[in-house]
Nanobody
Framework: QVQLVESGGGLVQAGGSLRLSCAAS????????MAWFRQAPGKERQFVAH????????YYVDSVKGRFTISRENAKNTMYLQMNSLKIEDTAVYYC?????????????????WGQGTQVTVSS
């Protein structure tokens, strides 16, 4: 079993930056692909970014390309999301997730493990 815990969320002005972390425990996630999703009030959970088990391959939703960077440190069992040039529309609860497949997955149903989420609020 894998437990995921997000941290690093908060309130930031538009144009600012935040770095989210996702710490895994219970077992190593070095063989799992991982991703970040987000959910704004009244909206469905949305895919944000994906990283494969080694960190060599990443994939982003178009709306965050060039602004967000996903990375991982398997030795620390931790994944990150560096968010720059934040916009008001980035406001949401951000979730990390892990799946045991080898392909890029943007569908929530494919993920085996989820964190509890961390709130990111971008103000004008």
């Amino acid at each position: 079993q894998v437990q995921l815990v997000e941290s690093g969320g908060g309130l930031v002005q538009a144009g600012g930056s935040l770095r989210l972390s996702c710490a895994a425990s219970g077992r190593t996630v070095s063989s799992y692909a991982m991703a970040w999703f987000r959910q704004a009030p009244g909206k469905e959970r949305q895919f944000v970014a994906h990283i494969n088990w080694s960190g060599a391959n990443t994939y982003y939703v178009d709306s965050v390309k060039g602004r967000f960077t996903i990375s991982r440190e398997n030795a620390k069992n931790t994944m990150y999301l560096q968010m720059n040039s934040l916009k008001i529309e980035d406001t949401a609860v951000y979730y990390c997730a892990a799946h045991s497949g080898y392909t890029i997955e943007t569908r929530t149903m494919k993920y085996n493990y989820w964190g509890q989420g961390t709130q990111v609020t971008v103000s004008s």
